[in-house]
């Protein structure tokens, strides 16, 4: 069997990534999505286990030392880190993974791991982005002066990605994301085993 595709989304803090991979969970009900670690303390609703393994620092750092993360990095002054034994198992079972991480831990993936499919998400422009970070309400005043300068610098990254989707609309950027999945699942060298396998009963 083919190994399943690892597809890594990034983009600015309040571009939508979390709302476009929402969207794409329910309507491509085969993909899952890798949950993360982090040192960040619990938003309001979010669960253990489902949003985020909510871990202390010092747990976190002894998980790097034993080599369990594919990435990490330390965004906005806390750690977060993908979780490697359970994105390579889900990938030899076949299985489609999106991992919704920072620009720092995207790089560390594609150097890891180059087949996966690379997708930068920008918002149309960084004036729509303050607004949608400010209506989330989640985020002190502090942090979003300090998220809108990540965003500006992190633009500069957009050219190491294999696609860039600018979400005006969640409905067309999410549907933009849905043909480059398809069309990356049905390229050649991913499919290798079912190739053989047609091959074989001549
Ligand atoms: P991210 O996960 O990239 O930080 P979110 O998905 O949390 O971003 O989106 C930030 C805010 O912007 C949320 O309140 C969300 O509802 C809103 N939002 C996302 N996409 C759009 C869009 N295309 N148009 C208007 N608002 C949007
Ligand atoms: P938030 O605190 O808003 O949930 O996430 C902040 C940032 O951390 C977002 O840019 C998000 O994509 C990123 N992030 C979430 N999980 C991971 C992860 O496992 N690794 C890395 N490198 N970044 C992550």
Same mark, same amino acid.
């Given at each position: 069997?083919?190994?399943?595709?690892?597809?890594?989304?990034s983009g600015p803090s309040g571009?939508?990534? &979390?709302?476009?991979?929402?969207? #794409?969970?329910t309507e491509m009900d085969f993909l899952k999505v890798s949950v993360s670690a982090t040192t960040r303390k619990p938003r309001k609703g979010e669960i253990?286990?489902?949003?985020?393994?909510?871990?202390?620092?010092?747990?976190?750092i002894k998980r790097i030392k034993n080599g369990e993360f594919l990435e990490y990095a330390k965004v906005y002054g806390n750690y977060y880190g993908t979780p490697k034994d359970e994105v390579?198992?889900?990938?030899?079972?076949?299985?489609?993974?999106i991992l919704e991480i920072d620009i720092q831990g995207a790089l560390q993936v594609?150097?890891?791991?180059?087949? &996966?499919?690379?997708?930068?998400? #920008?918002?149309?422009s960084l004036k729509e982005l303050q607004n949608r970070i400010e209506g989330r309400g989640t985020d002190s005043k502090?942090?979003?002066?300090?998220?809108?300068?990540?965003?500006?610098?992190?633009?500069?990254?957009a050219f190491e990605y294999d696609y860039v989707i600018i979400n005006d609309q969640v409905d067309k950027a999410t549907e933009k994301i849905k043909h480059i999945i398809l069309a990356e699942k049905n390229k050649a060298v991913r499919n290798k085993a079912i190739i053989r396998k047609i091959r074989e009963e001549l």
């Open positions: 069997m083919d190994d399943g595709l690892l597809i890594v989304i571009a939508g990534k &979390g709302t476009i991979c929402k969207k #794409l969970l253990d286990g489902i949003s985020y393994y909510f871990i202390e620092e010092e747990e976190f390579f198992k889900q990938l030899k079972e076949g299985n489609d993974i594609k150097k890891n791991y180059p087949m &996966g499919v690379f997708i930068f998400i #920008l918002p149309p502090e942090v979003i002066l300090r998220r809108m300068e990540c965003a500006y610098d992190e633009l500069n990254y």
